[in-house]
């Protein structure tokens, strides 16, 4: 059986990428933040094949625990799902503190995860998915808005771990290990909205779709979640 590990798995997209995996016969680790809150996830505990793990991304305790409770075990594919909206648009430039901790989620987090399972990756040649956002692409930043469009600490955290990733795809590449920064489009969650076109199962679908098709001769992309290049 393949083990898929996908963090903040209790809600949103995460919580339908963890029932997208199950439902394909994986084993699944879920990330939460909290394990004693997590109330989507309760209709899943009843299968056997998932495994619920307390893990806030930005708590080194945390990611000691993951690196300790993985060692050994092959994992086929991580999602770096987890991540926070930061600050509205209307503060954003001015909430320090608010930035800092987009950043050490969106960004230093993923890269946190990923490492602390990295032996567990080239056991299993695994594939890593982290989901960015094509409002953290620099190319395209007129186009989505400019400084009008707000959201200015997320954005940037997405830029900032598309760089981080795209580091760690060229790392990993001699073993075996795929990388692919992932848009998910724009999904129905608490961070996208109630207007969003997309359903979080679709979009799960979709991106695991993607990370299927993914090949190591194309690691380290930056692709939508219908498997279309983004420009950086």
């Known amino acids: 059986m393949k083990t898929a590990m996908i963090t903040g798995a209790g809600r949103g997209i995460g919580l339908a990428l963890t029932t997208h995996y199950l439902e394909a016969s994986y084993a699944v680790i879920a990330g939460v933040r909290d394990v004693d809150k997590i109330p989507d996830l309760a209709p899943l505990h009843a299968n056997q094949d998932l495994e619920i793990v307390q893990l806030d991304i930005a708590a080194e305790a945390d990611i000691d625990s993951l690196r300790t409770r993985v060692a050994g075990r ?6 770096n799902n987890a991540g926070v909206g930061g600050p509205s648009s209307g503060d954003a430039a001015l909430d320090a503190d608010g930035w800092l901790k987009t950043f050490d989620v969106n960004c230093i987090g993923a890269t946190r995860v990923a490492l602390a ?13 982290a989901i960015s956002s094509s409002l953290g692409s620099i190319a395209l930043a007129e ?8 959201a200015l600490a997320y954005r940037s955290s997405k830029a900032a771990l598309n760089m981080s990733m ?5 790392a990993l590449k001699p073993d075996g290990i795929s990388v692919a920064l992932i848009c ?3 999904v129905r969650t608490s961070l996208g909205g109630p207007d969003a076109p997309l359903p979080p199962e679709q979009s799960a679908a979709a991106i695991a779709s993607v990370i299927e098709g993914l090949e190591i001769e194309v690691t380290g992309s930056f692709l939508s979640h219908e498997g279309t290049a983004i420009p950086w």
């Open 184 to 186: 998910p489009g724009w």
């Open 117 to 129: 399972v990295r032996e567990s990756l080239q056991t299993a040649r695994g594939k890593v998915a």
């Open 166 to 170: 795209r580091l760690l795809a060229l």
């Open 143 to 150: 186009a989505t808005g400019g400084l009008n469009g707000g």
């Open 74 to 79: 092959p994992i086929d594919i991580l999602i």
